[in-house]
């Protein structure tokens, strides 16, 4: 877990652009990094972004930083390594949350399911053996479908191969 009462700084060294391969579901390769960086921002985290060599944004690298001030560029890593003082005076400033959040009193847990046939699925069947699965009521447990086309009535869904069911799972947090 990560301490409450502790300052939280994140140093994001790329590079070039986020690869294709890394991509989340339906989304850019781009816009997964930005994604992420949000969620790091959210923390809350200072977040530094850093980069070196020719095939680096600086206009990405903006969007990843918490601010413009954070922002380093360089031709090789040997030139970053210069600006480390940047991480430490920032370290030494910061201050913890002043008034930190009490932990969530329940968590999320994504589970992804690729189907290798077309077919019609039950929505609410996969529900109930999902929760009974991780132990929880069917209520804490959503289901999304992503398709390319999909055909709905009640309660099931007719998806091509190759669509993906998104089961979110509210578990008490530990």
Do not use: Y
């Not at 949000?38 to 530094?48: C, D, E, Q, S």
């Not at 003082?85 to 329940?106: E, H, I, R, Y």
């Not at 959503?142 to 091509?160: D, F, Q």
Request: charged letters at 20%; glycine letters at 6%.
């Amino acid at each position: 877990g990560t301490r409450t009462d502790a300052a939280k700084i994140v140093l994001f060294v790329s590079d070039g652009e986020q690869s294709e391969q890394f991509a989340a579901f339906g989304t850019t390769a781009n816009q997964t990094a930005l994604d992420a960086a949000t969620r790091v921002k959210n923390l809350p985290a200072t977040v530094f972004a850093w980069g070196f060599g020719d095939k680096v944004s600086k206009r990405t690298l903006e969007q990843i930083a918490t601010d413009g001030d954070k922002v380093v560029l360089g031709q090789n890593v040997s030139e970053l390594m210069s600006h480390l003082g940047m991480l430490q005076d920032a370290a030494c400033a910061a201050s913890p949350p002043s008034n930190p959040s009490p932990p969530p009193s329940t968590e999320e847990v994504v589970l992804t399911m690729k189907l290798e046939a077309s077919g019609t699925i039950n929505t609410d069947s996969i529900q109930t053996k999902v929760a009974a699965i991780a132990g929880v009521a069917r209520s804490a447990v959503t289901i999304e479908i992503k398709a390319s086309r999909l055909r709905r009535g009640l309660n099931e869904v007719t998806v091509p191969d190759g669509s993906v069911i998104v089961a979110t799972i509210a578990v008490p947090a530990s």
